[in-house]
T-cell receptor, first 115, second 113 residues
């Protein structure tokens, strides 16, 4: 079974530029998560989707971050414009459903460096 | 909201020794506690989890214990091997917040051959 796929794996951009990350969850998983992981820290939830609906985006900085999951499968996370402090790893995870005891499976992450 | 504290931040053991990582949580409503292993350049990988109706769970060399009264849970790795070297994260989830995981700060485990 294929795992969560993310691309690109690495991205280097200059500040104020836009950037987008793509995630393909495990087949059949209805719930998709985007996490932010700063260096030396645990992941922090940015947004959670149940199918196409964003059910928890309270931690998403909406002035510069946006996300979509138009057909309830793939998802993109966008930053515009990027700031130096956005340098981090952006992780995507998926689970069969969004229950509190559902196992979340993580992708390899996209490592963003903003110069 | 929920807060998870993890200790120690770094842990070095000799191959074959045991390693113990401890976490405490603040929200008594939390009922799901997974442990993830993250190797350099990779995403977190689930290694074991425990639910609030269970006090202990074991899978080969890995075990997790949960004390709901004290609000802490621990990861035990026995007969450590060099390939166990990685960063380990504990996490907690609360029923009324769906699948939102709150992670600890991580423990960097080094197993010396």
């Amino acid at each position: 079974e294929a795992g969560v796929v993310q691309s690109p794996r690495y991205k280097i951009i200059e500040k104020k530029q836009p950037v987008a990350f793509w995630c393909n969850p495990i087949s059949g998983h209805n719930t998709l998560y985007w996490y932010l992981q700063n260096l030396g820290q645990g992941p922090e939830l940015l947004i959670r989707y149940e199918n196409e609906e964003a059910v928890d985006d309270s931690q998403l900085p909406k002035d510069r971050f946006s996300a979509e999951r138009l057909k309830g499968v793939d998802s993109t996370l966008k930053i515009q414009p990027a700031e130096l402090g956005d340098s981090a790893v952006y992780l995507c995870a998926s689970s069969v459903s969004g229950g509190p005891q559902e196992t979340q499976y993580f992708g390899p992450g996209t490592r963003l460096l903003v110069l | 909201g929920e807060n998870v504290e993890q200790h120690p931040s770094t842990l070095s053991v000799q191959e074959g020794d045991s390693a113990v990582i401890k976490c405490t949580y603040s929200d008594s409503a939390s009922n799901y506690f997974p442990w993830y292993k993250q190797e350099l350049g990779k995403g977190p990988q689930l290694i074991i989890d425990i639910r609030s109706n269970v006090g202990e769970k074991k899978d080969q060399r890995i075990a997790v214990t949960l004390n709901k009264t004290a609000k802490h849970f621990s990861l035990h790795i026995t007969e450590t091997q060099p390939e166990d070297s990685a960063v380990y994260f504990c996490a907690a989830a609360t029923y009324n917040q769906g699948g939102k995981l709150i992670f600890g700060q991580g423990t960097e485990l080094s197993v010396k051959p």
